[in-house]
């Protein structure tokens, strides 16, 4: 549903994105991370042709965004971090607005609107001016607009920004049950998020893509031991390093192993350890968070530019 394909973005000298390529597949929810300044509204501006590409390809529901951009924007709902609202008008004549610019007919643009806006919790506020509104408020009115016109295709950028915790809830369990009905690519500082509502992430630092992978893949390939070993430190350290996908392994002031890896197997770890002739009296296996593969994949990218 959609394609992105070596897409590069310069402004000037300086390239926002360079060579970003991944796919999202209809009815999935893919989450789109990175650190503020990596090219995540930048990709998401040259999919819904708001901005073209310097280079590389791009296709959306079918359509290539250069050469059909009209009818790219006829199946993208888009959110975007900043929402364009028009606050003089009220919720109901915006949406109303909006709607038609969308081409949904006169007919059905009255049954349109009011799903839009009991679906993002704003029904009882049709008649408020959007300029009255709290932020959080103003969020879900965007979120509405987003809706209009049932796209194919889904972006959002930040949609829980500014929302009160109970809110955030309520746009977590929306989004999700967009999922089948509607492709949705979601940008997000919120890496909690991602896990409760993707399967996939694509991570991208510094321009480029540095990792695209299902969610399981990402938490379950990284993974660290806990070991209390007896016996002497060095051999340990020794031995611990010679164990496959192990990257590092430090002892705390606890006197345990820490022991970090890419797949790491934690019956090899055990063996290694017991064939070497040393004692194992503990080993604890934890699965990582999003949030420290989201760190260490940052971190790893950083210091490979350096």
């Known amino acids: 549903m959609i394609e992105a394909l070596k897409l590069t973005k310069f402004y000037g000298a300086v390239a926002a994105i360079q060579d970003v390529s991944f796919t999202v597949g209809a009815g999935e929810i893919i989450g789109f991370l990175g650190p503020n300044g990596a090219g995540k509204s930048t990709t998401m501006r040259i999919l819904t042709g708001f901005s073209p590409a310097t280079r590389g390809t791009a296709r959306v529901a079918g359509f290539d965004v250069h050469e059909d951009p009209i009818e790219v924007k006829r199946r993208v709902g888009y959110l975007p971090e900043r929402v364009p609202l028009y606050e003089e008008m009220s919720v109901d004549a915006f949406l109303r607005y909006v709607a038609e610019i969308k081409g949904v007919s006169r007919s059905m643009r009255r049954a349109a609107v009011g799903e839009a806006m009991e679906r993002c919790g704003v029904s009882q506020m049709g ?3 959007i300029g009255h509104l709290s932020k959080g408020y103003r969020q879900r009115v965007g979120l509405a607009q987003a809706l209009l016109g049932k796209p194919e295709v889904l972006v959002l950028d930040e949609p829980t920004v500014g929302l009160d915790p109970r809110q955030i809830v309520d746009i977590r369990h929306m989004i999700k049950n967009l999922a089948g009905d509607h492709t949705v690519l979601i940008s997000t500082h919120i890496l909690p998020e991602v896990a409760m509502l993707c399967r996939r992430a694509v991570i991208i ?31 340990a350290e020794q031995v611990l390093l010679g164990v496959a996908g192990v990257k590092s392994a430090t002892l705390d002031a606890t006197g345990q192993w820490l022991v970090q890896g890419t797949n790491v197997d934690g ?10 002739g040393l004692g194992v009296s503990a080993l604890e296996h ?4 999003l949030e420290e593969v989201f760190m260490e994949v940052v971190s790893r990218e950083r210091e490979a530019v350096v």
């Open 127 to 129: 008649g408020r001016l």
């Open 205 to 235: 630092n510094q321009g480029r893509v540095a990792v695209e992978a299902d969610l399981a893949t990402l938490t379950e390939g990284a993974r660290e031991f806990h070991v209390t070993v007896r016996g002497d430190a060095g051999k």
């Open 267 to 276: 019956e090899a770890v055990n063996a290694a350890l017991v064939n070497a």
């Open 286 to 289: 934890r699965r990582k968070s």
